[in-house]
């Protein structure tokens, strides 16, 4: 997606090596019109899809996925986050390891807003191992839905969370991929 | 605002005597339609006021705040909690206490993205006594900016948070205000 390719060149900023902050549009400060285009963008790839429910996790997530939700018109849910396990019944649960934070925490969703007939399309602002990606895929096989995809703002295409999630049969479509850096600029997979 | 009361009322649920829980449409799943129309309405509400960003705070405010900056063509900023204090110079923060999860946690924006002369609307899913929205505000004050006002989806009005934010003389503009409970429905304020 030309436009999203665009904020991170223009807007984001290097740090060190190998990352790029995109904290001025995407994960602290939000431009409003880039997420919304990332909505129509999303709603475009998966035209032929038949989507009941977008599935996120709080909290960089839920930009683009409540506009992706007003595209599509299905409602959106928001994984939570929390330092401890969670025991309640009511629930479904997993555990993710952050290590971008370097700790491991607890993902719930409550067990009425998933239900066995949807057709969930997960959506987060980053993959880069896919250690998120594949917690709130657990947490949709546990409610017996089916995953109908995933759509990400920006892969870390340096990194094999895509390629390990693309190899089990998921279709995960990216708005951008970076695939590396190179004099102080970003470059994309074209 | 009719259409938010007509949610509560209907798809809220409610737990013991005085406690609506309305994580079916705006806290844990969210309802996109819903969500466009309260950025609408707090559009209309501040039409008369020069607004040049919106703050909330991770994560049930961020869905209505991207929505109301689509509305007023403004970024969004949401401030990040922390469960232990942040010492970065980088950051304005400060420290407010949750009687809901019964403990402290740290609120942080970075400096980048408040500037003196930014005319903030703050922007919450709910007000009851206040902490959250005296947290922001003073995050706000630390930056030189100025309040613009509040916007909140749902008030408690039964809690003094509101009526003491009014006295200290900011607009506090509630999409719905819960009165109390009698024979198992909402009171609203009208």
Same mark, same amino acid.
Request: no cysteine.
């Given at each position: 997606m030309k436009l999203l390719e665009d904020y991170i060149s223009e807007k984001g900023r290097l740090v060190g090596k190998d990352i790029v902050k995109v904290?001025?549009? !995407?994960?602290? #400060?939000?431009d409003p019109l880039l997420m919304q285009a990332m909505g129509k963008e999303i709603k475009r790839l998966f035209a032929d899809t038949e989507i009941t429910k977008i599935l996120t996790i709080e909290a960089s997530g839920i930009a683009i996925a409540v506009m992706a939700a007003l595209e599509l018109n299905v409602p959106m849910v928001f994984a939570k986050k929390n330092a401890t396990k969670n025991l309640s019944s009511d629930v479904y649960s997993t555990t993710i390891t952050s290590f971008t934070h370097g700790r491991d925490y607890d993902v719930r969703v409550a067990k009425?807003? !998933? /239900? $066995?007939?949807d057709k969930i399309l997960i959506i987060d602002d980053f993959l880069a191992n896919g250690a998120a990606l594949q917690g709130l895929i657990e947490i949709v096989n546990q409610s017996g839905a089916s995953v109908a995809g995933c759509a990400i703002a920006?892969? $870390? /295409?340096? #990194?094999d969370g895509g390629k390990k999630l693309r190899e089990k049969g998921y279709r995960i479509e990216s708005l951008a991929i970076i695939e590396g850096f190179a004099d102080n600029k970003v470059l994309f997979k074209k």
């Open positions: 904290d001025s549009f !995407l994960n602290h #400060q939000v009425d807003f !998933l /239900g $066995k007939d920006i892969e $870390k /295409g340096f #990194q």
